[in-house]
């Protein structure tokens, strides 16, 4: 079972955190194919935060196709995101510390690295536009 | 709710019914003995006929118990106002208890019914057993009728008969009433324990004599009933004479000497004091004199009083009092406990 | 959703002092509503008038359809833990519990014992003898237990250290996830409500200032910063508070569609900061306060 934390200065909304969390652990296999998420309750009285906000991020995660809920028994893992393994994507890595080593040579800090990185982003992401979430 | 008042009264309860039962038992234990004595007693003078020095000893030598059981029952309802009464609803108050105990599915309304009816019902058998107690302990001591000692003096009235058991409710009530009110227990005991008090006081001199029209009865003042004079000093002016007239058990309202007119004397003449009791048999010819010669001038003795068969009627009217002035009490606690 | 509050200018005066001021709500059911506002704003007096410890002087106030505190019905479906936690010091955590089941009839006493144990208090312990956090958790054990349709909470957690008001708020998110009952909580600090709530009311000086949903609200105020302006108005939108500086103007405002103007900075503002802007604005209306620097 799988705990959660809360980053309350991350500038995140706390539903979205679990979200991630959630992405997190299928990611990385903590999370499987049956297995159960905690129940809002749970999260709960764990965290101290608003049940309205955990069932939000269960339903956007079911809304992504990740969780199903079964009425009586809780919510459950449909798919991980296992094949999103970090090794799947080393040639990406690769090409992203070629650029990063560029930009230090070019001169740039870290935080005008940052904002390049975040503006571009989303460019790029309001050009996709209606498409498809990319999991 | 039953179980909540009880639980919360409980230790006030078990202390005093405590005590009165622990007194209840010492006097069922030695009650039949003083009974017998005082049989005894009148069995040895003849019956009927005793004078009543003959139970002088019987009687002084247990007044202390005696005084101190109607000083008891007396006190029965100043404790119960006090200490069941005033922290009835101020405790509730003081620690805050209201925004628990009102906001349970109970009215506070019904709330205050329960309360005030369980723990008034035990204040009211609280006083109905100090008094039967003592009431029936005290029968051989009431019946030797000593001068101004009947049931009908304010000393005993309060301690026999069942008004007290009104006074017990009146009291309670008040105590409660209080506590409302001044929302502090203390202050609420101190302000009941006054007033109760206060009415302890004002009832048998101001209200009792009122309720029915005193009886009256005017003598002519002889050798036997004559008991003493009234002067300012030794050798001083004669403020008036002491008659010892009036039916027995009667509660005595005033005793003066009047005129011919019929008006009470501030003064009698310096020669009244011959009327004395001699000191040596040759005198008694001086005090036939003096008291023919007081008669002739028109002296007589005037006394008002309520004579012993109205005692039951007084109990009867003072229980009403008292318990039109609880209800009085236990409807303004209804109207106040509303949310303000 | 049905109301579950409902005010219609609703006051409460002390003499001369005016506690509560034309209070007109609507707060929605099945929600965890947050109740802030500076000490003497008239939080309590509200939540009293909601739980019918006080009656109103103007105005009214429904609650869950019904009058407050109008018969033991209404009664047993409102729960209320008042500042003071109250408690029986003489009575044992278990004859609270008992008070409880003969004083109300929707009464759990499982709930009541999961509360308890979870709380890690022990059942025959005197009430007087439990520390502050303890008898918070005790007062709030007894409300939910009764299963309320409302829970009104009066600064619960204002006198409890750290980890004590964080065991309370998890209780009461637990409650609040099992029973689907609403929750209103006032407190001064912010920082707990964001946690927890999702409806915000704000209350100034007797009066309210905001209510709405906290997403909402969020979404619907800005922050802009830009060249020194005087004229503080904008066209579409509400200016809440203006700051100037020789050469700067920061503004809150509060618009339904973004602020487009190029010359402004637009930036979100947190839970907190809109709170304290919200306090500091005007007392007597809602136009902005300006302070110079």
């Not at chain 2, 005082?38 to 040895?44: E, H, K, Q």
């Not at chain 2, 009627?313 to 009085?328: D, K, N, R, V």
């Not at chain 3, 829970?151 to 065991?167: F, G, M, N, Q």
Request: net charge neutral.
């Amino acid at each position: 079972m799988i705990e959660f934390l809360l980053h309350p200065g991350s500038g995140v909304s706390p539903y979205l955190q679990i979200v991630q969390q959630v992405r997190q652990a299928l990611r990385l296999g903590l999370l499987r194919e049956g297995d159960r998420l905690p129940t809002i309750k749970t999260v709960v009285a764990q965290l101290a935060i608003n049940p309205n906000t955990v069932l939000k991020a269960y339903r956007e995660l079911e809304h992504e196709g990740l969780v199903a809920p079964r009425p009586g028994a809780g919510t459950f893992v449909l798919r991980t995101l296992a094949d999103d393994t970090v090794t799947a994507h080393d040639p990406l890595r690769a090409d992203l510390r070629a650029w990063l080593d560029q930009a230090w040579q070019a001169g740039l800090d870290d935080d005008s690295i940052e904002a390049l990185f975040w503006t571009t982003f989303r460019v790029a992401r309001r050009e996709a536009g209606s498409k498809e979430d990319v999991a | 709710m039953i179980w909540l008042t009880w639980r919360q009264f409980r230790f006030s309860a078990l202390t005093v019914f405590g005590v009165l039962g622990a007194v209840a038992l010492a006097l069922a234990h030695t009650g039949p003995r003083l009974s017998r004595e005082y049989a005894d007693l009148r069995a040895a003078c003849g019956g009927a006929s005793c004078h009543p020095e003959a139970f002088e000893d019987f009687f002084f030598s247990h007044l202390g118990v005696y005084l101190g059981l109607n000083a008891l029952v007396i006190a029965v309802p100043a404790v119960v106002g006090v200490f069941w009464g005033a922290p009835l609803i101020s405790r509730e108050f003081e620690t805050g208890t209201q925004d628990l105990v009102w906001q349970q599915s109970v009215p506070r309304r019904r709330w205050l019914a329960v309360k005030l009816g369980l723990v008034g019902l035990a204040a009211i058998a609280a006083a109905g057993l100090a008094v039967a107690a003592v009431s029936w302990w005290s029968r051989p001591f009431d019946a030797t009728t000593i001068d101004g000692a009947g049931r009908m003096s304010p000393v005993l009235f309060d301690a026999r008969g069942y008004a007290v058991l009104g006074r017990a409710a009146f009291a309670f009530a008040l105590g409660a009433a209080a506590g409302l009110l001044i929302r502090r227990t203390v202050p609420a005991m101190a302000v009941t324990f006054a007033v109760v008090v206060a009415v302890q006081i004002v009832m048998p001199t101001m209200v009792r004599p009122h309720l029915a029209t005193p009886a009256r009865l005017e003598t002519v003042i002889t050798a036997n009933n004559l008991n003493g004079v009234e002067a300012s000093g030794p050798g001083g002016t004669v403020r008036g004479l002491q008659a010892g007239i009036g039916p027995p058990g009667a509660w005595i309202l005033t005793n003066e000497t009047v005129d011919s007119a019929g008006r009470t004397v501030d003064t009698l003449p310096a020669w009244v004091s011959d009327c004395t009791t001699p000191e040596a048999p040759s005198g008694e010819i001086t005090q036939q004199q003096c008291l023919q010669r007081l008669a002739a001038a028109g002296y007589r003795q005037v006394v008002t009083y309520h004579p012993a068969d109205r005692f039951w009627p007084f109990q009867a009217y003072e229980t009403a009092i008292f318990g039109m002035l609880s209800l009085l009490l236990a409807g303004f606690c209804f109207l106040r406990i509303r949310p303000s | 959703m049905t109301a579950v509050v409902r005010a219609q200018g609703l006051g409460k005066r002390y003499g001369r002092r005016r506690a509560l001021s034309e209070c007109t709500v609507d707060i929605p059911a099945g929600r965890v509503v947050g109740l802030v506002g500076p000490n003497g704003a008239g939080k309590t007096t509200l939540l009293r008038l909601a739980v019918g410890q006080l009656t109103p002087t103007t105005g009214s106030i429904e609650v869950l359809g019904g009058r407050p505190a109008a018969d033991a019905a209404q009664l047993s479906r409102v729960g209320y833990v008042a500042q003071s936690t109250p408690v029986y010091s003489g009575l044992t955590v278990e004859e609270h519990l008992m008070l409880g089941d003969r004083l109300n009839p929707r009464w759990d006493m499982r709930i009541a014992r999961d509360r308890i144990e979870s709380a890690g208090l022990d059942s025959r312990q005197r009430a007087g003898r439990l520390s502050g956090g303890q008898r918070a958790q005790l007062a709030l054990a007894l409300a939910v237990a009764k299963r309320p349709d409302l829970l009104i909470l009066d600064e619960p957690v204002s006198a409890l250290d750290p980890l004590a008001r964080r065991e309370f708020l998890s209780g009461l998110m637990e409650s609040a996830a099992d029973t689907g009952a609403s929750v209103v909580v006032s407190s001064h600090v912010v920082g707990d409500l964001e946690r927890i709530c999702d409806y915000l009311m704000i209350l100034v000086a007797s009066r309210v200032r905001l209510a709405g949903d906290i997403d909402e609200l969020l979404a619907s105020h800005h922050q802009l910063i830009g060249p020194r302006r005087d004229p503080t108005t904008l066209p579409g939108a509400e200016v809440i508070t203006a700051r100037h500086t020789e050469r700067q103007t920061t503004l809150l405002v509060r618009a339904q569609r973004p602020v487009d103007d190029p010359a402004w900075t637009v930036a979100e503002i947190g839970l907190e900061d809109l709170v304290l802007a919200y306090m500091k604005a005007d007392a007597a209306s809602l136009s902005p306060m300006e302070v110079l620097r």
